[in-house]
């Protein structure tokens, strides 16, 4: 199996999405919060995230650096799997980040309440290790694809900012779902924190119940 892992272009925005379908859809949290908008609004959503985050110069209080990156099977060309890395200077605040800040109008039907929720906690997370207000690189988004899992594709993705941040002595950080969190593990990520969330108390949540994030990091290592 031949795999190949490049930076995402604009083009590849409607391929990133039905990726994105593919992979967030199988997410408890992701599946409750959109459970009621029609999948044609979510290919929307997915295809205008990825093209605004990779064409839309937006103005932070620090300069950050983003890399949308793919993994494409060599064989059938499809996108295997999908990652945007980010350089955050010294100064990390969960204003600046998009991750924990809901910046624009989600779908109609989706579960607001239960994003606002998860964004809140996540900021709280991330701004408990010290390490996160020191220059950092971040794993901002990961997923693989159903059909190409097991085939090295998220590690690769995983590995491709350690040598810019071991040149620079950095840390890595990533916030790892139950699903992600062995392959961190193995790719050298430590716990240091978590956060939890009772998908039960929502709307059409009952039986889902709690669902763990776990945040992590990884020393830079000698080169």
């Not at 959503?45 to 950050?64: R, S, V």
């Not at 989600?106 to 809140?120: H, T, V």
């Not at 997370?125 to 020191?134: A, D, Q």
């Not at 997923?143 to 085939?151: A, D, F, Q, S, V």
């Amino acid at each position: 199996m031949s795999l190949t892992l490049s930076p995402c272009l604009p083009t590849d925005c409607p391929e990133l999405a039905r990726a994105s379908l593919a992979i967030w859809s199988r997410m408890p949290r992701n599946r409750l919060t959109f459970s009621k908008v029609p999948e044609a609004e979510l290919l929307k959503m997915y295809e205008k995230d990825f093209h605004d985050g990779m064409t839309i110069q937006k103005q932070y209080k620090l300069p950050q650096q983003k890399h949308y990156l793919k993994v494409t099977d060599d064989a059938s060309g499809e996108i295997a799997a999908c990652g945007v890395w980010v350089y955050l200077p010294e100064g990390y605040c969960t204003k600046d980040d998009e991750e924990v800040v809901i910046t624009g109008p989600l779908p109609e039907g989706a579960n607001e309440e239960l994003m606002r929720d998860f964004c809140r906690m996540a900021g709280e997370m991330r701004s408990e290790h010290p390490g996160r207000h020191e220059a950092h690189w971040l794993l901002w988004l990961l997923g693989t694809h159903p059909r190409h899992e097991r085939k090295g594709a998220g590690a690769q993705l995983i590995r491709w900012a350690y040598p810019h941040a071991d040149a620079a002595g950095l840390r890595c950080y990533v916030d790892a779902s139950n699903l992600g969190h062995p392959l961190y593990r193995k790719c050298g990520f430590e716990d240091v924190g978590e956060m939890t969330l009772d998908l039960d108390k929502y709307e059409g949540g009952k039986g889902m119940g709690v669902q763990r994030w776990v945040a992590m990091v990884r020393e830079p290592q000698k080169v």
